[in-house]
Structures are given as C-alpha cells and as structure tokens.
C-alpha cells in the first residue's frame, strides 16, 4: 500500500494532471512539485487562465473548433475560401494544420472516429452536419483529412459513401502522412505537403 507523501489538495492536483494525454503518476508529480516551487510565476497565472478558459471557451456551432467565440474566428474570416471544407477529427489536428499554415479554406470537425470496438457510431460523431454543410451551394470540394488509422479510414469511406451522391469532388490527403501517423505529431512541411496532393477518393 503506497503512502501518502502531501496534503490531499495536492495530491488532488497530481490525480488531475496524471489524466492528461503524455503524463502518467510520476510526470504528474513533477510538474505539480514545479508549480509549487513557482506558485507566483507559474501556479497563479495557470489557475487565473484555466479559471478564464473554463468561463471562455465554446465549441463552434458550425465546424466544431474550440475558441472563445461562436462562430469561430476561422469560420468567421472573410479571407478563407468558402468553396472547400477540410474534415479532420479532432481540434488538435485542426489547430496542427493552421501551425502549418497549409490549409486556407474551411474546416469540419468530425469528435471521433468510427469505432465498432469502443461502439462509436455515425450519430455519435458530427457527421450529419457535415453532410448538410457540404450540400450547401457554394461547397465544390471535400477533404478528408481524417489520421491514417484503421478507424480513420473507415470513417473517411462511409463519408464518401454518404457524400458520393453530391455534385462536389472528394478527396483526402496524400500518402506522405504515414500509416498509423497521427496529424497532431506531423511537422509542419509533411502536412503541407499532403495537403498539396492530395486526390480523390
């Protein structure tokens, strides 16, 4: 049986940190040990944003991303082109493509992945509106730009079937995304270059 070794807010505060993705029980407690030996610089100002990101922070009504403003400030940028939407599953792998500066037009994004074995299905996943915004129009291309997994693949073929009948092209990233690759962890010139050439499906 393991002892305790601090107070219960702190270990409190270690059981939090331990269930972000990349940190396990004893990064936890190193991170949460360098917070408290810099509680003025670090500890106050991360509670003071978390505090203002909890009361700020809304997922956008029309693509999904997280910012503090609904609709978002990329969808609500008159400069991206409106004419093509990139669909992607999660916001990281948004956020990952607008480091990159690789993609100007519009995004959609999905919450997920297909999954028989974790029981996602096409309802659990903003699928639905994706059909309905690519059926606007003005929509002429759809790109699938869902991670080179098993469950991404299968997501992006039942996206195809469901969108095949619409007059738009389809088309997902190219092969420089690695199998199994996530595109969180791409650096910024193979996601630029996926999204150059892509094709269709």
């Not at 962890?185 to 892509?198: C, F, H, M, N, V």
Request: with cysteine; aromatic share 2%.
């Amino acid at each position: 049986m393991s002892r305790r070794t601090a107070g219960p807010e702190i270990e409190r505060l270690i059981q939090i940190l331990a269930k972000l993705p990349g940190l396990g029980p004893r990064s936890a407690r190193r991170a949460v040990l360098h917070l408290i030996k810099n509680r003025e610089k670090l500890l106050s100002p991360l509670a003071l944003a978390l505090a203002e990101a909890r009361d700020k922070v809304v997922v956008c009504s029309v693509c999904g991303n997280a910012d503090t403003v609904d609709p978002c400030s990329l969808c609500s940028d008159p400069r991206r082109d409106r004419s093509v939407i990139c669909v992607v599953e999660d916001v990281s792998d948004l956020w990952a493509l607008e480091r990159a500066g690789a993609w100007s037009g519009l995004y959609h994004v999905l919450g997920g992945t297909l999954s028989a074995i974790e029981g996602v299905r096409p309802e659990d996943l903003a699928i639905a509106s994706l059909s309905a915004r690519a059926a606007a129009p003005e929509i002429r291309e759809v790109v699938l730009a869902v991670n080179a997994t098993v469950e991404g693949q299968t997501t992006a073929h039942y996206i195809t079937d469901l969108l095949k009948p619409l007059p738009i092209k389809l088309s997902r990233l190219a092969h420089g995304v690695p199998v199994g690759g996530e595109l969180d962890y791409l650096d910024e010139g193979t996601l630029t270059a996926a999204i150059r050439s892509r094709r269709e499906f």
